[in-house]
């Protein structure tokens, strides 16, 4: 009975793993086929980048200045606390912004499209958009996979951007340290390698968010329960493939550019 | 005795089948909901499928415009054999039919005109202006030019049934297929939308497939026609049917009747005397 039941769940497993894989593919491969629906893509950017920047502001800001506070106790104890501001930049733009964007958009936006399209699919929207002509993977996903790739890359520069103030203040208003080392100091720190790094995962993150949120919107059962369970899988894959991409992504990045 | 209403009008040219169901079996996960399905319907010609709740009637329709691909068996529509096809090839297909879904399926964060006219924006091949023209005159068929700029969540579901009539129109599609158009709405509102089918029926003649558990409807259409002088639908002489509308039964995956309304109320299967009763 419990090899059954593995059997079953290992083909189910790989089952997914197949119909996202198509369904990934597809949606990428729409924006080199006509027609492509940039005004859906650029209301998609307003509502994942714009509406997103408070709270990726926000988090940013906090991490940059919870790593200040933290990083100074542990600095002032080898005398090196003004490397403070190396230690931030260098934290917020090889890992946290990237993830701590990720994370948060991904709670915010790949929830959103789980539940508005799984809502969409369970009043049959999705099948009635299918009668009427339109393929729903053309017109609701790709637009959506674009704009989180592309919004999420700028985010995660705002958000280091906002990590590196946070730090700053920290350390100016409650370390008493001097404000121009600091900067003095992220900047130098940072190297190519480093820069790359930061910027080259959101893209990946972007992509992970917008492909599961949709993957498992689109394929919602069950009616209005349904939907909450999509949402709930869609926030919990996507965080934690955000994480494990991380590992990857890093991995290789330092094989190439090692520190 | 039954009646034509075709010869009035100009004969039909094309005389293959606009559906032809051949052998389809579909199922989900469990025993077949669908198995050896056949059946065709003529140009010119409304089929009544009826059949309880949950029979399979919605996944039957669905398989019409190639929203599910049977397990076995074939769908031709318009003559094309779809069930092989993939997304991209059936949309074009899928754009010459009109569609109405049980609840209607409006886009709640469209407004009416952006709904009903959806396929003719989505085509970008028309301006706003004749997209307005074509929307108001689709929704005056309907009866409902006033709800043109507010959005469905602000509609009654029988004014909701029929904006999703106006959308399925709009196109002047070759086929129509009609899912459950008046379950859960009373009776009044009920023979409105049957009024709508009907006219459409012979009005533009365009062949129709529609499916429902209610017998008042399915007799209705059987006994009236759509008189235009008077606008209205009218009942048929006594003993009179519409020769190009009729009935299909399924029960447990089978179709279990095809025929005219005459075969129906005589028919000795036990299944379709109990639902006639």
């Known amino acids: 009975m419990a090899i059954l039941s593995l059997d079953r769940t290992a083909k189910q497993l790989v089952l997914t793993l197949q119909d996202y894989s198509i369904f990934a593919w597809r949606s990428m491969m729409n924006l080199f086929r006509p027609p492509v629906y940039w005004s859906d893509f650029l209301m998609q950017s307003d509502i994942i980048g714009v509406g997103s920047i408070s709270i990726v502001l926000l988090s940013g800001f906090f991490t940059g200045a919870v790593l200040a506070l933290q990083s100074s106790a542990t600095l002032s104890a080898f005398g090196a606390t003004n490397i403070t501001g190396r230690f931030v930049a260098l934290t917020m733009i090889r890992e946290l912004g990237a993830v701590l964007t990720g994370i948060m958009v991904s709670g915010r936006n790949a929830s959103s499209m789980a539940s508005e399209l799984g809502s969409m699919v369970v009043t049959e929207q999705i099948d009635a958009m299918r009668a009427l002509g339109v393929d729903p993977l053309r017109k609701l996903v790709t637009p959506r996979i674009y704009a989180t790739i592309t919004m999420l890359f700028f985010l995660t520069i705002v958000a280091n951007a906002f990590g590196i103030l946070g730090g700053a203040a920290v350390t100016v208003f409650l370390n008493h340290q001097n404000g121009t080392q600091y900067f003095s100091m992220a900047w130098e720190g940072l190297r190519f390698p480093d820069v790359a790094q930061g910027l080259v995962k959101p893209l990946f993150f972007g992509y992970i968010i917008a492909s599961i949120g949709c993957f498992y919107g689109m394929n919602t059962t069950g009616g209005t329960q349904g939907v909450g369970k999509s949402t709930i899988s869609a926030v919990v894959t996507s965080s934690v493939l955000i994480i494990v991409a991380d590992f990857l992504i890093t991995h290789v990045m330092l094989s190439f550019w090692p520190s | ?277």
């Open chain 2, 1 to 277: 005795m039954s009646l034509s209403l075709l010869p009035e009008l100009e004969p039909l040219k094309d005389t293959l089948p606009v559906v032809d169901m051949r052998h389809v079996t579909i199922s989900f996960d469990g025993p077949p909901v669908l198995n050896d399905v056949s059946f065709r319907v003529a140009p010119g010609e409304t089929r009544i499928l009826l059949g309880p709740a949950g029979v399979g009637k919605s996944v039957l329709l669905k398989l019409i415009n190639g929203l599910l691909n049977p397990e076995k068996g074939s769908v031709l529509l318009f003559g094309d054999e779809i069930s092989l096809m993939n997304e991209q090839e059936l949309l074009p297909l899928r754009a010459r039919t009109g569609m109405v879904f049980q609840e209607g399926a409006l886009f709640d964060s469209l407004t009416v005109r952006d709904n009903v006219g959806y396929q003719l924006i989505e085509e970008g091949k028309l301006s706003g202006e004749k997209i307005d023209a074509m929307v108001k005159e689709s929704l005056r068929f309907v009866g409902l030019e006033q709800t043109f700029s507010l959005f469905p969540s602000s509609l009654s579901g029988g004014m909701r049934r029929r904006v999703a009539i106006a959308r399925a129109l709009i196109n002047q599609p070759e086929l129509l297929l009609y899912d459950s158009p008046t379950g859960g709405l009373d009776p009044v509102t009920s023979t409105n939308i049957i009024s709508l089918i009907v006219k459409q029926r012979d009005v533009r003649r365009t062949p129709s497939l529609l499916v429902t558990h209610r017998l008042q409807d399915a007799f209705m259409m059987c006994t009236h026609r759509f008189d235009e002088e008077k606008d209205e639908m009218v009942p048929l002489p006594k003993g009179v049917t519409h020769s190009k509308t009729t009935f299909m039964m399924l029960n447990e995956g089978r179709l279990i009747f095809d025929g005219s309304l005459h075969d129906l109320v005589h028919c000795e299967n036990p299944f379709v005397k109990e639902f006639l009763e």
